[in-house]
């Protein structure tokens, strides 16, 4: 294993917390995801269910949890399905998971072959009232492609139609908002990484370098410090490809006088980090790119300190767009008249706010397994939970855009900056770049 997982207590904890908020009489089951196919015999990297992942600690598939408070046997309450390993198994695609190294790893102590599930859910669900049954209920889930758990849970529903089926999604929501000290822990590894990368493009970026390239350091410098690699496809935006909110080309060279936006961030031991930082092509930002930057800067900074326990999210977004129309203002991109006018009429969808048209989309979002971490929108913010913090002005017409962003972690005090240690300063960006040594 090329990371540090977190300990079996932390697992047991999260399933703890998940059996806490089940109605007596409930059995949650829980499916890994599948291995994806390319084309021909190609398959996809695999990548864990996050649910699964987080009660369990396994990172393989055909990996199956039941939660099972209520269970007559107590060797029933918790039960693990892993792939049965073998000698020929292991030399074809390694090893696999030992029923003892599934306990050691996750904590639970009954752990069987995945070939029996279908016994063990038969014999088990006449005992149970509910089944709860876990589905992708993210607010920006758009799936065209039936995951292993939706296959599995109509077969279930099938089986077991008599059954009242309840959601595990929101239960999911709440718990996984929350972090703990070790998730935190595990979050913060992937930022240093992820700064480690940053440090060693500021070296690299020159004129004529390829946005690829920038992309082929950022990846080496994930892998040689145990990551697995990026925690979602990296925007390496030079000139106007930085207005371009979601521009994963990376193909274009990198232009003397132009600013490249980078939003990248590792995953490590299946936790995100999500920076997003601007540096000057040439290793100088100009002064139109430098007041443009050093407001963003400020909204960011501001922002960060709205991230406080009781707030709803809101009319934390709302108040940050209210810092980012004074800044839109001093840099002479919107009149002050326009959101005067503004003000006096309804916003809706016919008529969005006047910020809008240089700063499109939200300022924050959860963060932890996924980059876009569930969490629940509609209540308030509660300490232990880490959000990104990601302005951004984008002048299509001065082929210009900025963005920045870190990941802030709320507490009963102030929000703490997890992202504090690397550079985001106009000067200190500058610094970097301007060093003669350069990574190896």
Known sequence: ??????????????????????????????????????????????????????????????????????????????????????????????????????????????????????????????????????????????????????????????????????????????????????????????????????????GFVKPGVKEYAIEAEITHEFLRNGSRGHAYTPIIASGYNACVLHYITNDQVCNDGDVILMDFGCEYGGYASDLTRCVPVNGRFTKRQRDVYNAVLRVKNEATQLLRPGTMLADYHMEVGKIMESELIGLGLIDKNDVVKQAAAPVGDGNPPVYKKYFMHGTSHFLGLDVHDVGLWNEMIQPDMVFTVEPGIYIREEKLGIRLENNILVTRDAPIDLFADIPVEADAVEEMMNRKEVMA
């Not at 529903?157 to 070790?182: C, G, N, Y």
């Open 1 to 202: 294993m090329r990371y540090q997982p977190l300990s079996a207590a932390t697992y047991r904890d999260h399933r703890a917390r998940f059996r806490q908020a089940m109605e007596k009489g409930g059995l949650a089951i829980f499916h890994s995801n599948d291995i994806m196919p390319t084309s021909a015999d190609g398959s996809m990297p695999f990548k864990q269910a996050s649910d699964i992942f987080y009660l369990s600690g396994i990172d393989q598939e055909e990996t199956i949890l039941l939660l099972f408070p209520d269970a007559m046997d107590p060797k029933d309450r918790e039960i693990l399905f892993v792939r049965e390993t073998s000698e020929l198994l292991a030399i074809w695609e390694g090893a696999k998971f030992s029923q003892k190294e599934a306990t050691e790893l996750s904590g639970v102590a009954t752990v069987l072959w995945t070939t029996s599930y279908e016994a063990t859910i038969k014999r088990l669900v006449p005992q149970c009232e509910h089944l709860y049954l876990n589905s992708n209920e993210h607010l920006r889930q758009g799936n065209e492609v039936e995951t292993r758990e939706e296959r599995k849970n109509k077969e279930t529903r099938a089986q077991f139609s008599l059954h009242s089926v309840k959601r595990s999604a929101p239960i999911m929501h709440r718990i996984r908002s929350r972090k703990t000290s070790e998730e935190v822990a595990q979050i913060q590894r992937a930022i240093a990484i992820t700064g480690k990368a940053f440090e060693r493009v500021c």
